[in-house]
């Protein structure tokens, strides 16, 4: 099974850097996802890891450590339109690739 | 840009009545799925279906809840009777496999209420 952990909340402010940490103990790990979902709409999909290392794209990048159960979504001269929830997400290696999401950590940008 | 439709988006059913929701996922993905996501919470997968197949349903409350794909394209997921802890969104989301670097397209969701 999946047992994943992220803030609850956070807070930046408009034009800065934030980093939003999931961390995860899992029985087999085929990879890790992170899905942005604006209030009373459907997630939709930012990056993928599989391997350790940073992937980047555009303003957002997500780091990977499978060594240590740990990811981070980085983002970059945040913006108003990016207050929304984050959701971390770990593919099984077995069960037909099911995904578990975690509860999400929503973030607030203000002005 | 292909998407994945579901009806209806909004649904208001009085406790002990049957629902249904219906989902049609982008043209060509082999792999779809229903999940139920409480507000403050991330999205629970209650089943996925591999082609016609169910592959995992570990989560499906099997008393009450069924889901179908008889085609292997659209599905639909039914309650009945429908209890007051039943009031989530509802969302559907498709990929093109299981395996690998596959992510999932969701749909608007349907917002069910149970009075």
């Known amino acids: 099974g999946q047992n994943i952990d992220q803030p609850t909340e956070m807070t930046a402010t408009e034009g800065a850097i934030v980093q939003i940490n999931c961390t995860y103990q899992?029985?087999?790990?085929?990879?890790l996802f992170w899905y942005q979902q604006h209030a009373g709409e459907a997630p939709t999909f930012l990056s993928y890891n599989v391997l350790d290392g940073l992937e980047e794209k555009g303003r957002f990048s997500s780091f990977l450590s499978r060594s240590k159960g740990y990811s981070y979504l980085l983002l970059k001269e945040l913006q108003m339109k990016d207050s929304a929830s984050y959701l971390c997400?770990?593919?099984?290696?077995?069960?037909?690739?099911?995904?578990?999401f975690g509860d999400g950590t929503t973030l607030t940008v203000k002005p | 840009e292909a998407e994945v439709a579901q009806s209806p988006r909004y649904k208001i059913t009085e406790k002990s009545q049957a629902v249904a929701f219906w989902c049609d996922p982008i043209s060509g993905h082999a792999t779809l799925y229903w999940y139920r996501q409480i507000l403050g919470q991330g999205p629970e997968l209650l089943v996925q279906f591999q082609d016609e197949s169910v592959v995992d349903d570990s989560q499906l409350p099997k008393d009450r809840f069924s889901a179908e794909r008889l085609k292997g394209v659209d599905s639909t997921l039914k309650i009945q009777p429908a209890e007051l802890g039943d009031s989530a969104m509802y969302l559907c989301a498709s990929s093109e496999g299981l395996a690998g670097a596959y992510e999932q397209y969701f749909g608007p969701g349907t917002r069910l209420t149970v009075t």
């Open positions: 997400a770990v593919r099984d290696r077995g069960n037909a690739g099911k995904s578990t």
């Open positions: 899992t029985s087999g790990f085929n990879g």
